[in-house]
């Protein structure tokens, strides 16, 4: 057991890229935010933008969507090829996901063996996914409203789009929040996602 | 490599997570090479921390941001359906007032004098080359309740009343297998569009709003109304259309705004 390899060279390499692209994405979103903020309150402060000034922004947002896209539709398919989805991601019963959520909070969650997720690590895994598709098809209605119609009305409309891409983004952030404070409990976590065991 | 037994008991705890991870960094840091290339990386990113730069400023990044954006330009070329229309609205979803926007303050809106103004075409056009506001008017005209969107995000429903673009190409002996149309405005602005968007059913040489003569704030004498782009291609104040296979580029495109600025 000890010299398998949990994580495989290509979640690896899909997950350091994805979190290169959404960094890049979210940032130069929120700067894209400010040019109009959907809720006054709520501005990014520019020292956590990307791009300087609404043009940049939108250069980078539209440049590095591509990588975004395209990591998640190879990190997707091999997922569902190589049946490491429905294996490691699924099941996910309302029982197993009650009974972890309790052992989380009495803090006798554990998580010694790397190699298998929780019940709440498999929700939030199969989250974030979905969240990704959403933000997508949320930014690809903003983005083409004319040219997508089917796409529009899903969302609700134009201006109703922009609320759900940030919306999303915001599931988005606060996935990354609580990740990168479970790894810094559990820095084994980070090493098997370097170096794959 | 280090290899080692990952303990296999349910108790192992984050102590021996750590006695491993420092296990693991010792025997990195034994090998020099490794060794000066974690130097290299640190003062790498200690340089890139203490000099401020930052990727916005790099030139070579802007490089290849402007050359993903052309290549934008033409993913929505082969986006854009010319026989698909951007949705209408009822009158009751009119924005009320409708805002006014420009690169300037509205106290700077231009003043156009009616009776002298003239509306030029150029370039690759072999017809009437000077148009009176009054034979503009003459041409058959028509209406659209229509979102305009912005590029900042926000937008506003709009009433827009004037002459179909395509037939006013065609009256004007436009070549319309060309490349390019370029806008020159009043207000020293200019954009350009593709021949496609100019030829579709919904872009219109507007000549009202709201069933008025168009306002100054809104463009007067006339404004490009394309429902498939974003505000800032659509040109107000215009006095001149250019016909061309030459990139035109534009204001805020030249600034680095995606030149197609489809929606």
Known sequence: MSQTTIQPAWVRVTHWINALAVVLMVMSGWQVYDASPIFPAVQFPPAITLGGWLGGALLWHFAVMWLLVANFLVYLGLNIASGRLRRKLLPLSVRSLAADTLAALRGRLGHEDLSRYNAIQKLAYLTVIVDIVMLVLSGLAVWKSVQFPLLRTLMGGYDNARVVHFVCMSVLVAFFAVHVVMVALVPRSLLLMIRGR | ?263
């Not at chain 2, 090998?31 to 340089?47: F, T």
């Not at chain 2, 924005?95 to 006014?100: Q, Y």
């Not at chain 2, 215009?238 to 580029?249: E, K, L, Q, R, S």
């Open chain 2, 1 to 263: 490599m280090a290899i080692r037994k990952r303990s296999g008991e349910p108790g192992a705890t984050l102590s021996s997570h750590a006695d491993s991870i420092l296990k693991d960094a010792h025997k990195e840091l034994k090998d020099p090479a490794r060794r000066l290339l974690g130097k290299r990386i640190l003062s790498l990113g200690g340089l890139a921390l203490l000099s401020g730069c930052d990727l916005s400023n790099d030139k070579s990044v802007n490089t290849m941001l402007r050359r993903i954006s052309f290549f934008n330009d033409d993913v929505q070329a082969l986006l854009f359906d010319p026989n698909k229309m951007a949705p209408t609205y009822p009158e009751s979803m009119i924005t009320r007032p409708f805002p006014f926007n420009a690169f300037y303050d509205i106290d700077d809106v231009p003043e156009v004098d009616a009776a002298t103004y003239r509306l030029q075409v150029g370039g690759l056009a072999h017809g009437k080359r000077m148009w009176t506001l009054d034979e503009l008017h003459a041409l058959p005209q028509q209406d659209q309740i229509t979102r305009h969107i912005c590029i900042e995000g926000w937008s506003a429903i709009g009433r827009w009343g004037g002459v179909r673009f395509g037939d006013f190409l065609k009256r004007a002996g436009a070549d319309t297998t060309a490349r390019f149309v370029s806008l020159h405005c009043a207000d020293n602005y200019w954009t350009s569009i593709d021949m496609p968007t100019a030829l579709h059913a919904q872009t219109l040489l507007t000549l009202t709003y709201d069933g008025q003569v168009l306002p100054p704030k809104y463009g007067f004498p006339m404004k490009l109304r394309m429902p498939t782009k974003l505000g800032y291609k659509n040109p107000k104040h215009i006095v001149a259309i250019t016909v061309t296979n030459d990139y035109p580029g534009g204001y805020w495109e030249n600034q680095g705004y995606n030149w197609f600025g489809g929606s």
